[in-house]
């Protein structure tokens, strides 16, 4: 059977070799190639034939937000994923690099305390993600008695074949009688500019707050704070512990931290927790939807988007017990339809929407003035 083919791009030899020492661990994945640059990169595409990248944001000669522009101006679809460092020019570089077009990112190892430690995070954090990227390619055939449905070791998609998924149930919006009080988001893989289009279309302040989960690293999330907020209407927070949640302001669970809501007299406030990891997450979408259940109950308005897993699948399933609108990203425009794809399946999304309607239909369900 066909093995995933990866170029990996890195100007410093000690990490090509760590990538390629941790990929070719895993009997999935080939390593057809290394570059030093982007401009070599760019001539060895043609020759190894991968089927996705890793890549260094900082090179000599040509770095990797350049390489991702050339390289997209040839091959549009072919994944690319960064490796950043976790700081916040490192934060910066990585949204200029999603801009750019990269599929995906990876922090690099820090704070190991030796190789194999370093080895094993890049195991655990790049191969699902490689695999993830890569489910078009046909997966080995299962070994007898694997258990069933997890013999692909991939992790957190859906089949590939939409045949082979049962009908989508989708479900009227229920009439209420006062709009939503509060709008929650979750979102992953593809989550930074999909949210950043819906954004961009949200031309008024709106009359909730909102509360979003966007898996990513400390640092990160203060960066995208930032850059969702430059010319918008809406005032963008990274969240902070014991925080007013006020009307027409968005706040940003920090990158590994928990965020939920809690109710104090008569005012809401963020609440921040360094909790277990919730579906391998931190923050996790589920912990945040399930204190938006008891604290907002059917006044809410839940959107799920672009994500790897199944973070929030669990927070949906409470937040329509409780009578909340529950919206989805559909397959179409999402990056991965992982999270989106296992609240559709479970009946649970109210409306499917392609990425470009979202924000006329977050607009329609909360009106300018509140009754």
Wanted: hydrophobic share 40%; aromatic share 4%.
């Amino acid at each position: 059977m066909p093995r995933i083919r990866v170029l990996v791009v890195d100007d410093a030899v000690v990490m090509r070799k760590m990538i390629s020492e941790a990929l070719g661990s895993d009997a999935q994945l080939e390593v057809v190639g290394t570059a030093a640059n982007g401009k070599i990169a760019l001539q060895k595409i043609s020759q190894v034939n991968p089927d996705i990248l890793t890549m260094d944001i900082e090179m000599p000669e040509m770095d990797g937000i350049q390489t991702v522009r050339e390289l997209r101006k040839t091959y549009p679809k072919l994944p690319v994923i960064m490796f950043s460092t976790l700081t916040l020019k490192g934060a910066e570089s990585t949204f200029e690099a999603l801009d750019a077009g990269a599929t995906d990112y990876v922090t690099k190892p820090s704070n190991v305390g030796n190789i194999a430690e370093g080895l094993e995070r890049l195991k655990n954090e790049l191969i699902p993600k490689i695999k993830t990227h890569c489910r078009h390619i046909p997966p080995p055939p299962p070994t007898v008695g694997a258990p069933a449905g997890n013999s692909t070791g991939f992790t957190g998609i859906l089949p590939a074949s939409s045949a082979a998924r049962p009908a989508l149930k989708t479900s009227p919006a229920p009439a209420k009688s006062t709009p939503p009080a509060v709008l929650c988001i979750g979102c992953s893989t593809g989550g930074p500019n999909a949210l950043a289009a819906v954004f961009k279309d949200i031309t008024r302040p709106l009359p909730v707050p909102v509360v979003i989960v966007q898996h990513m690293p400390p640092l990160f999330t203060q960066m995208l704070a930032e850059r969702l907020g430059k010319g918008s209407p809406l005032k963008f927070h990274e969240g902070q512990e014991g925080q007013l949640v006020e009307a027409g302001n968005v706040y940003i669970a920090p990158g590994g931290r928990h965020m939920e809501v809690r109710r104090d007299g008569a005012v809401v406030r963020l609440h921040l927790h360094d909790g277990p990891p919730e579906n391998s997450c931190r923050p996790a979408v589920d912990v945040l939807f399930r204190s938006v259940s008891t604290v907002y109950g059917g006044a809410t308005l839940a959107l799920i988007m672009t994500g790897m897993g199944q973070d929030g699948l669990h927070g949906c399933t409470v937040l329509r017990e409780r009578g909340a609108t529950i919206l989805d990203q559909d397959e179409a425009t999402s990056v991965v339809w992982g999270m989106p794809g296992y609240v559709a399946e479970a009946g649970l999304a109210h409306q499917i929407l392609p990425l470009q309607e979202i924000a006329g239909v977050l607009l329609r369900l909360l009106p300018a003035t509140r009754p």
